[in-house]
Every structure is written in structure tokens, then in C-alpha cells.
Nanobody
Framework: QVQLVESGGGLVQAGGSLRLSCAAS????????VGWFRQAPGKEREFVAA????????LYADSVKGRFTIARDHANNTVYLQMNSLKPEDTGVFYC???????????????WGPGTQVTVSS
């Protein structure tokens, strides 16, 4: 069993930066792929980024490539999402998730945090 809690969301102006954190508990967390997803109002939850359990492989949505960076700290069971050059269209609730499969598909993720709100003003 894995429990996830996100933090670091907030209100930021366009062009600004935020770093989201996802604290995990559960002895096997380091065996899982971790992913970030976001959900804008009235839209489906969409993939943002993922990192394999070994941290050797990453995936990014085209819309965030070059602006967002995913990282994980095995020692502290924490995953980060560094978000730079934020745009108003990045606004939404950001969720971290864990999966046994290295994938961008949300159906592959078994464990989810409650989410953290990110609002980017223009």
C-alpha cells in the first residue's frame, strides 16, 4: 500500500515557477513509477510527467517539455515537479500517482494523492 500527499501548489503569475512535492509512505514506494497528472476545470485528468522506479527513464507531455522537470528522492520517499515558465493553461489540480508500470496512461496508476491546486494568472 502506498499513500501520497502533494504540496507546493498556489497562485503564481504567468512566467513564474513553482515546485510541487509529493510525500509518499509505504515500504515499497521506491519500486513504483511515479507520475504527475493535472485536471483543469471541466476537463479530464491528463498526464504531465512520469519517472521510472530507478529514475533512469522519464516521460513528459509535449505541452510541458522543456518547462517542467520531474525528480525523485529515494532516501526521503519524495517526488518533485519543478515547473518553470508557467502559463495560464497550466492551471488545475495537480495529482501525483504511483504505478507498477512505466506509463503515461492514468488507468495504469493505482495510487493517487488528493491533489494540490495550481493557479497561473495572466
Amino acid at each position: 500500500q502506498v499513500q501520497l500527499v502533494e504540496s507546493g501548489g498556489g497562485l503564481v503569475q504567468a512566467g513564474g515557477s513553482l515546485r510541487l512535492s509529493c510525500a509518499a509512505s509505504g515500504r515499497t514506494f521506491n519500486d513504483y513509477t511515479v507520475g504527475w497528472f493535472r485536471q483543469a476545470p471541466g476537463k479530464e485528468r491528463e498526464f504531465v510527467a512520469a519517472m521510472s522506479w530507478s529514475a533512469s527513464s522519464t516521460l513528459y507531455a509535449d505541452s510541458v517539455k522543456g518547462r517542467f522537470t520531474i525528480a525523485r528522492d529515494h532516501a526521503n520517499n519524495t517526488v518533485y515537479l519543478q515547473m518553470n515558465s508557467l502559463k495560464p493553461e497550466d492551471t488545475g489540480v495537480f495529482y501525483c500517482a504511483a504505478s507498477a508500470i512505466f506509463s503515461r496512461m492514468k488507468l495504469m496508476y493505482n495510487y493517487w494523492g488528493p491533489g494540490t491546486q495550481v493557479t497561473v494568472s495572466s
